[in-house]
């Protein structure tokens, strides 16, 4: 696939990646804006203090507004797979989109187009592609219910549910252990656990936990 060649935008929110670190994770983000145009001053604006490297329009027009290999400002506090520092960690793509709505089928073509090439750049595995509800449970909701996880983990961009069969009753330890072990390891009480991994792998579900809740974390 030819390398995709985004609009450069450039933000004056970033920095250099902490400790050396390099990008293992990417975390996806919807904008919660009312159009790509208004995101796109909020995230160069150094009042906000805030950025992300890319912004995908609903048209699917790709923007980069900081180098891959600098730490921009989207995750905030949070944790995923028992580390912190998420932003020294990651390469955060926004999405406009106001999170009740669908995604457009431009900008999705967008996505699955970059974000293949970000994970053969940096090495990062399909399991390192989640949302930031995923690191800040409780705190965010983004990419939101709306979202297709599914989609990016059939074209290998995003960890599949699991469809396990395994004879393990589902409970709050039983969940909190299953989802630890896929990265969900921010300290949250129980219901807001529950609600994270609904959000990334049954964004339908509703009522008390049931083992469909489970299945989908079960290796």
């Known amino acids: 696939m030819a390398a995709l060649a985004p609009i450069w935008h450039p933000s004056p929110n970033f920095g250099p990646r902490r400790d050396g670190l390099r990008p293992h ?3 996806l983000h919807y904008t919660a804006m009312q159009s790509a145009d208004a995101a796109l001053t909020r995230l160069c ?4 203090e805030v950025s992300a ?3 995908i329009g609903g048209d699917g027009r790709l923007w980069q507004l900081v180098a891959e290999d600098q730490r921009a400002w989207h995750a905030g506090a949070g944790e995923w797979a028992g580390q912190q520092d998420i932003n020294s960690r990651s390469i955060g793509v926004e999405l406009d989109n106001r999170g009740d709505h669908p995604f457009s089928e431009p900008q999705m073509r967008t996505l699955e187009a970059l974000l293949p090439q970000i994970m053969t750049r940096w090495e990062i595995a399909p399991e390192g592609v989640i949302g930031h509800s995923d690191l800040a ?3 965010k909701w983004d990419p ?4 297709d996880w599914q989609r990016l983990a059939t074209l290998g961009c995003a960890r599949p549910a699991s469809r396990s069969h395994a004879a393990t009753a589902a409970t709050p330890h039983t969940l909190r252990k299953a989802a630890q072990a896929c990265g969900f390891t921010a300290e949250v009480d129980d219901a807001t656990l529950l609600e994270a991994v609904r959000l990334r792998y049954r964004p339908w579900g ?9 299945i989908p974390l079960l290796d």
Do not use: M, N
């Open 25 to 27: 994770l990417i975390v």
């Open 45 to 48: 604006d150094p009042a906000y």
């Open 53 to 55: 490297h890319y912004l």
């Open 137 to 139: 449970p409780g705190r």
């Open 144 to 147: 939101g219910p709306r979202f």
């Open 206 to 214: 509703e009522g008390a936990l049931c083992r469909d809740d489970l």
